[in-house]
C-alpha cells in the first residue's frame, strides 16, 4: 500500500542490547549529484543502523612475538586457501558449464560475453595456486614470505588487466539478466549449488578486486610482528610495498569500483529487484539491523537497513532465503532529523515521507 504525507520513525535501542557499548556518533552523509550535506546526529546504541555486538574480550595468556609473527603467516596462507578455493568455484560452477555450451543448441551466452565476464580468470587461478603452494613450501621450510610475494610481484600484473575489465563484466551480468532469461535462470541454479553456499557470481567476480588490498593488510600486521633485527624484517617490508603500488594502480584504473560492486552486491541480495538500484553516482554507506516504530503504529519492527550516500532501503531479512525484502525506499532529501519530546538520550526520531512497497 501507500502512505501519503510524513509519518514519523523512531529508532531505539534494542530492549535486549544491554551488553553493547555506548558511544557518541556523528554520520554525515553527501549527496553525489547536489553535494547536498545530510547529517544525522545520536547516540552509538541507537544508531541508523546497527552492527554485531560487541562482547567484552576474554583475558588470555599474552603471545610471545615469535607466537605471533607465527600466527600472522599462518592467516596469510588460510586465507590465500580459501580465496584460492573461491576461484575454483567461479571457474567450476559458473565459468566452465558457460564455456563449454558455447556454439551447441543448450547455449546459455555467447563466446564474447562469457570472455567479458570471466576476464583473466584462468590466468589468476593458475597464479594463485603456484603461489599458495609456494607460500606452504615456504612456511615448512621456516623460509622468508617476503621472498614468495617478492617471486611473483610481477605476475600479480594481472589483476591490474582484471582491474581494467571488472566494470564491464559486471555490466554484462547485469544486461545479460534482464534480456536473457536463460541465463538469469543458470544464475539461480548455481546460487542453489551447495558449493556456492548461496552467494552469487559478482560475489565471486569481486574477490581479485579485494585480494590485493588484502595481501596489504596481512604484510602490514606480519611486519608489525616481525622484529626490526629480523632478517625477514627488509623483505616483508619490500613485499608490502610492492603490493601497495599494485593496489594504488587498480585503485587508479577502476575508480570506483569498491563503491559500484558494494551497490550491486545489495542488488543482488533484495527482493524485489530494484532495476535502477546500481547507478554510477550512487555508494553504499553502512548496513545492518534496526529498530523502528511509525506514528500509525507503536509495536517496534526489526528491520535491516542498506544505508547510501542518497537513499535509504529497509527490509526485512528473509533468513532461511538469505534474501532482505524490501518494505521501503525514501531519498535523503526527504529525511529531517528531529528532536524526540519527552527526550531521551538513546532515541531520536526521522520525518520522512514514506512510499511503501
Not at 88 to 107: A, C, D, G, S, Y
Request: proline letters at 4%.
Amino acid at each position: 500500500g501507500r502512505m501519503s504525507g510524513q509519518d514519523l520513525i523512531s529508532f531505539h535501542e534494542d530492549p535486549e542490547d544491554h551488553h553493547r557499548r555506548s558511544s557518541t556518533y556523528i554520520l554525515s552523509l553527501y549527496d553525489s549529484d547536489n553535494r547536498d550535506h545530510h547529517e544525522l546526529r545520536g547516540d552509538r546504541r541507537a544508531s541508523l543502523l546497527d552492527f554485531d555486538p560487541i562482547f567484552p574480550s576474554i583475558e588470555q595468556k599474552p603471545e610471545t612475538s615469535s607466537e605471533l609473527k607465527a600466527k600472522a603467516m599462518q592467516e596469510i596462507i588460510d586465507t590465500e586457501k580459501s580465496y584460492v578455493a573461491a576461484l575454483h568455484v567461479l571457474q567450476e560452477v559458473f565459468l566452465i558449464p558457460l564455456r563449454n555450451r558455447i556454439n551447441t543448441k543448450n547455449q546459455i551466452i555467447s563466446e564474447e560475453e562469457v570472455k567479458a565476464i570471466f576476464p583473466f580468470v584462468d590466468v589468476i587461478i593458475s597464479l594463485n595456486e603456484t603461489f599458495l603452494q609456494a607460500l606452504q613450501d615456504t612456511l615448512s621450510r621456516e623460509g622468508s614470505i617476503g621472498d614468495v610475494f617478492m617471486q611473483h610481484k610481477d605476475y600479480f600484473k594481472v589483476y591490474l588487466d582484471y582491474g581494467n575489465m571488472y566494470n564491464k563484466s559486471i555490466e554484462t551480468v547485469m544486461k545479460l539478466r534482464k534480456k536473457n532469461s536463460n541465463f538469469d535462470t543458470f544464475l539461480e541454479e548455481c546460487r542453489k549449488n551447495t558449493k556456492t553456499q548461496r552467494l552469487q557470481l559478482p560475489d565471486y567476480l569481486i574477490q581479485p578486486i579485494q585480494r590485493i588490498p588484502r595481501y596489504e593488510l596481512l604484510l602490514q600486521n606480519l611486519l608489525k610482528h616481525t622484529s626490526p633485527t629480523d632478517v625477514d624484517y627488509d623483505r616483508v617490508n619490500f613485499a608490502l610495498i610492492k603490493m601497495k603500488e599494485i593496489s594504488a594502480n587498480i585503485n587508479a584504473r577502476t575508480g570506483e569500483i569498491g563503491n559500484f560492486a558494494s551497490v550491486v552486491d545489495v542488488l543482488e541480495r533484495i527482493v524485489p529487484k530494484l532495476d535502477d538500484l546500481a547507478l554510477p553516482h550512487r555508494k553504499k554507506l553502512l548496513e545492518g539491523r534496526m529498530f523502528f516504530k511509525t506514528s500509525e503504529n507503536l509495536t517496534f519492527k526489526k528491520r535491516y537497513g542498506f544505508l547510501f550516500n542518497d537513499l535509504l532501503l529497509i527490509t526485512k531479512h528473509l533468513v532461511v532465503e538469505r534474501k532482505f525484502w524490501i518494505r521501503f525506499h525514501v531519498g535523503l532529501s526527504r529525511i529531517r532529523v528531529v528532536d524526540v519530546k519527552p527526550s531521551r538520550s538513546r532515541e531520536f526520531q526521522l520525518e520522512i515521507k514514506l512510499k511503501l512497497i
